[in-house]
């Protein structure tokens, strides 16, 4: 089978032919259609998660998949062949089994679910990271409602999703995104889209003068996130998923500092699912690409496309 790997932390992400994995006791073999990249996918290839999760190499790259169950291995298993399911395979060892692969064996109760039929595997695979991050974020801050929340990144695929969900329970949305964003993050129903690029340290004052009460920031570095709190009100909440927030200093003005950490499990990624199924959350764009396009990717440096890509392993 083809898949991307790298041969060990930091070289270039490579196509190359492998041995097709075989379902296992407890395991199901998926027969990939769609693969969401994420900035997760490089963070892995460059060692990020080396101290918390062993590896394998040639380590196989892909977190987010969509696909069809192929084969079952010995035991109770929750699918049977032809299902078609979705997931974040995330499991250690890394480099195991991964979604830029034509096939990937996992254990039957990862966290993977069904995908709806009302959905295609390209829209599944951008759910599961980003779906799921937003979902317990905006679970993590209820009630949302008749509060002001500031979501910075909201272009981003987490933040498009989670304006949404917080529009959707009844918050008051300031997003923060690119110019070129911003008529599609209005679309999601944010009160005001404030401009990335024109200090939106002032934009927040102005439509929050007592402050916000509270902060998601998707994208800032320490320095950046750190300003950015100066808008959250005293007993606010400022949360960054990028691990940049100085619990200890934000303690001291009386703000609570939260460094997000999500954790799929497969009733969250039904849930998304099912709330995409049913128009109550919409994806991000989706600009679909090949296998072979995925190296390029990888090891290039930014993305100039303002969406998700997703690599699109059979036609669907």
Do not use: C, W
Not at 41 to 53: P, W
């Amino acid at each position: 089978m083809r898949a991307i790997s790298v041969s060990e932390y930091r070289a270039d992400a490579r196509l190359g032919e492998y041995d097709k994995p075989t379902a296992g006791p407890g395991q199901v073999l998926v027969k990939v259609q769609a693969a969401g990249m994420n900035p997760m996918d490089q963070a892995i290839a460059s060692g990020a998660f080396s101290e918390v999760l062993p590896a394998t190499f040639p380590l196989i790259l892909g977190v987010d998949v969509a696909g069809v169950i192929e084969a079952v291995g010995d035991g109770p298993a929750p699918y049977s062949i032809g299902d078609r399911v979705f997931g974040q395979l995330l499991t250690p060892p890394l480099g195991s089994s991964g979604a830029y692969a034509d096939y990937a064996a996992v254990v039957a109760d990862a966290t993977v679910a069904t995908v709806p039929d009302a959905i295609s595997s390209e829209v599944a695979a951008t759910l599961p990271t980003p779906g799921v991050t937003a979902l317990q974020l905006a679970r993590s801050l209820e009630p949302p409602a008749a509060k002001t929340i500031a979501v910075v990144g909201a272009g981003g695929a987490v933040g498009g999703f989670l304006t949404q969900l917080l529009v959707a329970s009844g918050a008051r949305v300031l997003a923060v995104a690119l110019p070129r964003q911003a008529e599609r993050v209005r679309g999601y129903g944010a009160q005001e889209v404030i401009d990335a690029t024109a200090t939106p340290t002032d934009h927040i004052r102005r439509a929050a003068p007592n402050g916000i009460d509270v902060l998601v920031d998707l994208v800032s570095d320490p320095e950046q996130f750190a300003l950015l709190t100066d808008t959250v009100r005293s007993g606010g909440t400022a949360v960054s998923t990028r691990y940049v927030a100085d619990t200890d200093d934000l303690a001291k003005k009386k703000i609570q500092g939260v460094n997000f950490v999500v954790q799929v499990t497969a009733a969250d990624l039904q849930t998304v699912a099912a709330l995409t199924a049913s128009g109550q959350l919409s994806p991000p764009p989706i600009r679909t690409v090949g296998l072979e396009d995925v190296p390029d990717l990888l090891n290039a440096v930014g993305n100039d496309f303002d969406g998700k890509t997703v690599v699109r392993l059979e036609q669907l």
